[in-house]
Nanobody, 126 residues
């Protein structure tokens, strides 16, 4: 069974940058190259929301309006990893960030995604 794990979260000042990584867990034996990978986040007291998604080939990406122009999703299938480069971070970006897998293409429906990772905390705070 595919298991994902996120890393790269932390505390950063407004305007700063972080790069999150999403990888298949070490013992899963699965490769991410066959899956679209989505990044999601959940802030305290709020519902989980979609942030960005990349298709299995990397040829298609999408972003929430709130992060367009500031976040960039990418993948390195040779390293079996999907990245979320976050720049110009704002306090409202503070949340737990999760990655999850779908089939070949992204979906607007979170329920289509599975193999959710445990999440990584991002805190933007001065």
């Amino acid at each position: 069974q595919l298991q994902l794990v996120e890393s790269g979260g932390g505390l950063v000042q407004p305007g700063g940058s972080l790069r999150l990584s999403c990888a298949a867990s070490g013992f899963s034996g699965f490769t991410l190259r066959y899956y679209a990978i989505g990044w999601f986040r959940q802030a305290p007291g709020k519902e989980r929301e979609g942030v960005s998604c990349i298709s299995s080939s990397g040829g298609s990406t999408n972003y929430a309006d709130s992060v367009k122009g500031r976040f960039t999703i990418s993948r390195d299938n040779a390293k079996n990893t999907v990245y979320l480069q976050m720049s110009s971070l704002k306090p409202e970006d503070t949340a737990i960030y999760y990655c999850a897998a779908n089939g070949e293409y992204c979906s607007d429906d979170q329920s289509d995604f599975g193999s959710w990772g445990p999440g990584t905390q991002v805190a933007v705070w001065s």
